[in-house]
């Protein structure tokens, strides 16, 4: 699969009074073309800094402090900001968790679309632009567009707002979309819907999706490959299918543990990983996992592990994958 997007050892801080929060340290993966990867983990686990790091957009205090984002050959680490402002919305897209505070709640729906467009397309009319927002609300399933694009944000369901967010997102047919965490404020049904939306949308326009999400049932529906984060770092990288169903990192292990299963004993208690993230002002000197890891040893407090290539398209960073690892208590060991 051709690749169009390349994040490489990826390092982002924020500065703050209490010292450096190092969120995201040395992250590194690709994107394929067409592709939806999903990107999970609890939260403070790094996934959405690492997004707004692609796109630069950290809050004043953030700072890319090492790393490359490689996109049609240019590092957008480092690309002027005029060159940028084109990338941003015309080329990556992103659609933020909450569609309430990301809309302008004194403006109609439609021009919010259309300020879009216009951003990126001024030489467009204003007819031509009010025909693309419509084409756009027709696009994402907004029934009577017509209608509802005279509307305010406030006269729409929690599910429209976010077809909205997509629409606007679209409106330049962007090679990658970026969703981060679209679907937490929604209920199941509408939850249900903005995936299909998406699913549908991604096959039609053939473009690229990271998909952002604590919630590994959500990333099945949607992703072929996902990376799970903990501590700013990828601990684990695989297709969906090994991830649930071969999953080689403690952590994944716990998330997986921690969601309801159907055929699961109703009598039976859903296991939860006890503790808490690590404080990321201080990070542990080993494995970020290990204080809450049941298999941790002493390496793992003392020692970054390495990743492991547990086959062509799965890796994992866990010293239990080692072959010196002993076999006793260990859960990957036959």
């Given at each position: 699969?051709?690749?169009?997007?390349?994040?490489?050892?990826?390092?982002?801080?924020?500065?703050?009074?209490?010292?450096?929060?190092?969120?995201?340290?040395?992250?590194?993966?690709?994107?394929?073309?067409?592709?939806?990867?999903?990107?999970?983990?609890?939260?403070?686990?790094?996934?959405?800094?690492?997004?707004?790091?692609?796109?630069?957009?950290l809050a004043?205090?953030?700072?890319?402090?090492?790393?490359?984002?490689?996109?049609?050959?240019?590092?957008?680490?480092?690309?002027?900001?005029?060159?940028?402002?084109?990338?941003?919305?015309?080329?990556?897209?992103?659609?933020?968790?909450?569609?309430?505070?990301?809309?302008?709640?004194?403006?109609r729906v439609?021009k919010q679309?259309?300020?879009?467009?216009?951003?990126?397309?001024?030489?467009?009319?204003?007819?031509?632009?009010?025909?693309?927002?419509?084409?756009?609300?027709?696009?994402?399933?907004?029934?009577?567009?017509?209608?509802?694009?005279?509307?305010?944000?406030?006269?729409?369901?929690?599910?429209?707002?976010?077809?909205?967010?997509?629409?606007?997102?679209?409106?330049?047919?962007?090679?990658?979309?970026?969703?981060?965490?679209?679907?937490?404020?929604?209920?199941?049904?509408?939850?249900?819907?903005?995936?299909?939306?998406?699913?549908?949308?991604?096959?039609?326009?053939?473009?690229?999706?990271?998909?952002?999400?604590?919630?590994?049932?959500?990333?099945?529906?949607?992703?072929?490959?996902?990376?799970?984060?903990?501590?700013?770092?990828?601990?684990?990288?695989?297709?969906?299918?090994?991830?649930?169903?071969?999953?080689?990192?403690?952590?994944?292990?716990?998330?997986?543990?921690?969601?309801?299963?159907?055929?699961?004993?109703?009598?039976?208690?859903?296991?939860?990983?006890?503790?808490?993230?690590?404080?990321?002002?201080?990070?542990?000197?080993?494995?970020?996992?290990?204080?809450?890891?049941?298999?941790?040893?002493?390496?793992?407090?003392?020692?970054?592990?390495?990743?492991?290539?547990?086959?062509?398209?799965?890796?994992?960073?866990?010293?239990?994958?080692?072959?010196?690892?002993?076999?006793?208590?260990?859960?990957?060991?036959?």
């Amino acid at each position: 699969m051709d690749e169009i997007l390349q994040v490489k050892g990826l390092r982002t801080s924020f500065l703050t009074s209490t010292g450096e929060v190092q969120s995201v340290r040395g992250v590194s993966f690709s994107l394929g073309k067409g592709e939806a990867l999903g990107i999970v983990g609890e939260s403070g686990s790094g996934k959405s800094v690492t997004s707004m790091s692609i796109l630069r957009l950290l809050a004043s205090t953030g700072r890319i402090k090492e790393g490359e984002v490689l996109f049609e050959g240019k590092d957008l680490t480092k690309v002027p900001q005029k060159q940028l402002w084109d990338i941003r919305g015309g080329k990556i897209a992103m659609i933020f968790q909450d569609p309430m505070s990301s809309l302008n709640p004194l403006a109609r729906v439609g021009k919010q679309v259309e300020e879009m467009i216009a951003t990126h397309e001024p030489d467009l009319s204003k007819q031509e632009r009010q025909a693309r927002a419509l084409e756009l609300f027709r696009l994402v399933r907004i029934p009577e567009p017509e209608k509802r694009y005279r509307s305010y944000p406030h006269e729409f369901s929690g599910g429209m707002r976010q077809r909205v967010m997509i629409a606007m997102a679209l409106a330049c047919k962007p090679d990658i979309l970026i969703a981060d965490e679209p679907t937490t404020a929604l209920d199941v049904t509408i939850q249900d819907q903005i995936l299909k939306l998406l699913r549908q949308l991604q096959a039609e326009m053939g473009m690229s999706i990271i998909f952002i999400t604590h919630d590994l049932g959500v990333v099945a529906e949607l992703c072929s490959r996902v990376l799970v984060m903990y501590g700013g770092m990828v601990m684990e990288e695989a297709p969906i299918d090994d991830i649930f169903h071969r999953p080689r990192h403690p952590y994944t292990m716990g998330l997986l543990a921690s969601i309801p299963n159907i055929k699961q004993d109703k009598s039976q208690r859903l296991t939860p990983i006890p503790g808490s993230p690590p404080d990321m002002t201080n990070p542990p000197a080993g494995c970020p996992f290990a204080p809450r890891c049941p298999h941790a040893r002493r390496i793992c407090m003392e020692q970054m592990p390495p990743y492991t290539q547990v086959d062509p398209t799965h890796r994992s960073m866990c010293w239990l994958l080692t072959p010196e690892a002993p076999a006793q208590d260990n859960p990957f060991k036959e």
